[in-house]
């Protein structure tokens, strides 16, 4: 497809070169910090131990946080329309398989079916084409037979 004795000349390309250019340093500001004093001073307490001891400090009121309402990070709709697809799809999968289920089912009873009637009918053509004289039943020459009271004499 080359031919491999041809002679070329290279060709000259003026070539572009990008120096990255760096970011300067973020300078990190500490924050302020801001002494918070209380509305008042609280009042000493003393609190008598029961082996004797005097222990003194600052009484400190704990104040009762109200607890904030928490937000769910989905909404309680969101989940719902969820968990309803998840049902809906698991739903639509029982299906399926129930309809496979009667379909093979309905196959089965139909070969079911099929195999006793030829089953069936290969044993009454059994019995019409097989050409035995003993047929295992009494045989009664009814010219000879005498009729008495509903029974057969000879």
């Known amino acids: 497809m080359y031919p491999e004795n041809t002679p070329h000349v290279p060709v000259q390309r003026a070539v572009e070169v990008h120096h990255p250019t760096p970011f300067p340093p973020a300078v990190a ?3 302020p910090i801001v002494a918070v004093q209380p509305g008042s001073v609280p009042a000493v ?9 005097i222990v003194t400090g600052y009484a400190v009121d704990h104040t009762q946080h109200t607890p904030a309402t928490t937000v769910p990070a989905v909404s309680r ?3 719902n329309v969820a968990l309803g697809g998840v049902g809906f799809l698991a739903v639509c999968g029982g299906l399926l398989l129930l309809t496979s289920f009667i379909a093979a089912l309905t196959a089965f009873i139909t070969q079911l079916i099929t195999l006793a009637a030829v ?11 097989t050409g035995t004289s003993d ?4 045989t009664v020459n009814i010219r000879k037979a005498v009729i008495k009271r509903n029974h057969f004499h000879q």
Do not use: E
């Open 29 to 31: 500001v500490p924050a």
């Open 45 to 53: 307490a003393s609190v008598v131990l029961p082996d004797g001891r």
């Open 77 to 79: 709709t969101a989940v």
């Open 119 to 129: 089953v069936f009918g290969g044993w009454i053509a059994v019995q019409i084409f």
């Open 135 to 138: 047929r295992g039943g009494t």
